[in-house]
């Protein structure tokens, strides 16, 4: 049997109608940027996750990016950002001019709980990562980051649709960075991406800073640049929205089948908070001191999986800082992705835990 990691040819029938009649909608009313596909999927977003504001941009990226400038930081500014992320995370900060500082993780991947002991005089910001789709306890960092008069500008390009105490990942800081890559729990077919807020002054910011910084057409009242969402993105990410409730459902049906059947092998540490509402099940990831090997072993079985991440920042090039970084340095040489997406079959995920299971009793 081949199991895929994510094979997007699989969108089912519904979806695939659904997806075309949002191609044919844009096609018919030949506006390819701006225009109702957008504003409805705005509209859509507000709704979804209850926030005043969302902003359709080009990609998760100049989300994050977006809100920095917003927020106005910039040269001799620092950002605390984790140091197990995807690359954006810490490259906007680079990129508008400001350090990034690296905090280690904790087990989870999530910046670790002492980042309060890394603040200068120049701290502006914290970035957390809502990393595998697990949200960071937002309360305690909200708090800690007020207390300091430091911006949160929430990374949660992988946890759409996860819910803490009643509010959804991205609506906790000043500004949500969301992305709407085509692996993403909500996936456009395309890149696609977007900046959530309740401050109308930074939305108003946000969406200048996307647009030239024009207000109306020939309007210059800023240095922007064009970091638009596509309209045809924002139709598909609209048909896409009307399935996400159930894909989720599948995704966590799917995980805990995972966690029943692997929950005895002792070599495997499993992600036991997948189940709960801050975790949207984007991926799932376990750990084991044999990763490589197991990773070998399942592509021998025709079973897809991944790394995320298989580097900590700090030691790239880019971003090279000191520290230790221990936590997060373990997790990249233990941590394995399995498949875990909508379009898998109960009989994949068995032939999976039974790949698994014959590697950890095979001597
Ligand atoms: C944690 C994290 N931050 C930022 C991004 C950037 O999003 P995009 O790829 O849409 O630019 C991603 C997605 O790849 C991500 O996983």
Not at 205 to 225: F, T, V, Y
Not at 260 to 275: F, G, V
Request: one cysteine or more; a negative charge; glycine letters at 8%.
């Amino acid at each position: 049997m081949i199991v895929p990691f994510l094979d997007l040819k699989r969108m089912h029938k519904a979806q695939k109608e659904k997806l075309s009649f949002a191609f044919g909608k844009v096609l018919d009313e030949g506006l390819f940027s701006g225009g109702a596909a957008v504003t409805e999927f705005q509209g859509e977003l507000e709704s979804w996750l209850e926030v005043k504001h969302a902003i359709g941009l080009g990609n998760g990226t100049d989300a994050l990016e977006l809100a920095l400038k917003a927020l106005g930081i910039g040269v001799g500014d620092e950002v605390i950002v984790p140091a197990l992320t995807w690359v954006s995370t810490a490259e906007v900060v680079k990129l508008v001019g400001a350090e990034p500082i690296f905090a280690d993780t904790d087990e989870n991947g999530l910046i670790s709980r002492n980042w309060t002991g890394l603040c200068t005089e120049k701290t502006r910001a914290i970035i957390p990562v809502h990393l595998y789709g697990k949200m960071v306890p937002m309360e305690a960092l909200v708090q800690e980051a007020k207390k300091r008069n430091l911006y949160v500008v929430e990374d949660a390009a992988q946890s759409f649709g996860a819910v803490q105490n009643g509010k959804a990942s991205g609506t906790w800081g000043d500004i949500g960075a969301l992305s709407f890559y085509p692996t993403k729990n909500l996936a456009a077919l395309g890149e696609a991406g977007a900046c959530v807020t309740n401050d109308s002054k930074l939305m108003g910011l946000i969406s200048l800073l996307s647009n030239h910084g024009q207000p109306k057409r020939d309007d210059h009242e800023l240095a922007g640049r064009n970091a638009r969402i596509d309209s045809l993105q924002a139709s598909f990410l609209s048909a896409q929205l009307s399935f996400f409730s159930e894909f989720q459902v599948r995704r966590k049906e799917l995980a805990e089948a995972y966690l029943e059947a692997l929950k005895d092998i002792q070599e495997l540490t499993l992600p036991e908070d997948i189940l709960s509402k801050d975790h949207n099940a984007h991926l799932f990831v376990i750990k084991t001191k044999r990763r490589n090997e197991l990773m070998k072993y399942l592509e021998g079985e025709g079973i897809g999986t991944a790394i995320h991440y298989p580097k900590i920042l700090p030691d790239l090039e880019p971003f090279k800082s000191e520290g230790s970084f221990a936590v997060a340095r373990k997790i990249t040489e233990t941590c394995l992705s399995l498949p875990l997406n909508p379009y898998l079959s109960d009989k994949e995920i068995e032939y999976v835990t039974d790949c698994i299971r014959r590697f950890f009793t095979k001597k």
